[in-house]
């Protein structure tokens, strides 16, 4: 009987000891309520067990049963935050693949570009060739045969705003010089209009003359004369004639 009763005293005091303090930790800190709880559960399960020492070593089970509760706890913490970090890795790799895949579609649209480039160029090689306007005897009519190659001039440009077309104006060897200068001009002046009248702005046309002063040929014949009474077009690009310009 006297035992039960010092084992009543122990207990209560024991417990009420560790009530207090668990109040004032709870007050201080917060973080170890798994321990405080942990400590009166095993106080209370040691005295029924074993009396004031297994009180005394219940506390501690206690102790070390809260703790545990509470590092898992932090564990399931840690591995929540783990699993969001690997969700953001995931996204960010994501990204990656999006900026790298972006990268690789302006590379081949960069090549696409330089390849339309230089296919424009060859056209306009291509159309240098032989792009002139024969004339008659002393006369600056464009005939219909040249009209039509002229509309498809003005078809080119319309379709290219980069490019200009420069005009020159020449004459046979028959007749007076001056009157030759005059048609050559003449001549010029008739295919501008022409290509104006179809829509190419007038400031993408550049124009010149030099009568009978620049002959296909040193030898003046019949022939050599058809040739020689024309009005030559060489379509350019513009950015390429501002450069050439420049380094005149």
């Known amino acids: 009987m006297k035992k039960q009763l010092i084992s009543s005293l122990v207990i209560g005091a024991l417990v009420f000891s560790t009530h207090a303090s668990a109040e004032q930790v709870v007050e201080s800190d917060r973080s170890h309520n798994e321990e405080l709880i942990g400590l009166s559960s095993g106080i209370v399960v040691g005295a029924i067990v074993g009396g004031p020492v297994g009180a005394i070593i219940g506390g501690f089970t206690g102790t070390l049963l809260g703790k545990s509760v509470g590092d898992d706890d932090e564990l399931k913490t840690q ?3 783990l699993t969001e970090r690997e969700q953001e890795l995931v996204e960010l790799n994501q990204q990656k693949q999006s900026l790298v895949e972006l990268s690789d579609q302006y590379e081949q649209a ?5 390849t339309l480039k230089m296919a424009q160029e060859q056209k306009l090689t291509e159309l240098a060739l032989g792009l002139n306007v024969q004339f008659k005897t002393g006369s600056s009519v464009i005939e ?3 009209q039509q190659q002229l509309n498809d001039i003005a078809y080119a440009m319309s379709l290219s705003p980069e490019l200009t077309l420069d005009l020159t104006g ?6 007076d010089g001056d009157y030759n200068q005059a048609l050559s001009e003449q001549r010029v002046a008739e295919v501008k209009n022409y290509l104006v009248e179809q829509g190419v702005a007038e400031e993408r046309l550049n124009n010149q003359a030099f009568g009978d002063s620049s002959p296909l040929m040193a030898e003046q014949s019949f022939e050599n004369d058809f040739f020689d009474r024309r009005v030559t077009l060489k379509l350019q690009n513009q950015n390429s004639a501002l450069a050439a310009n420049a380094t005149k």
């Open 79 to 81: 591995q929540a935050m």
């Open 110 to 114: 960069q090549q696409q570009l330089t």
């Open 144 to 146: 219909p045969h040249f």
């Open 170 to 175: 020449y004459a046979d060897r028959r007749g």
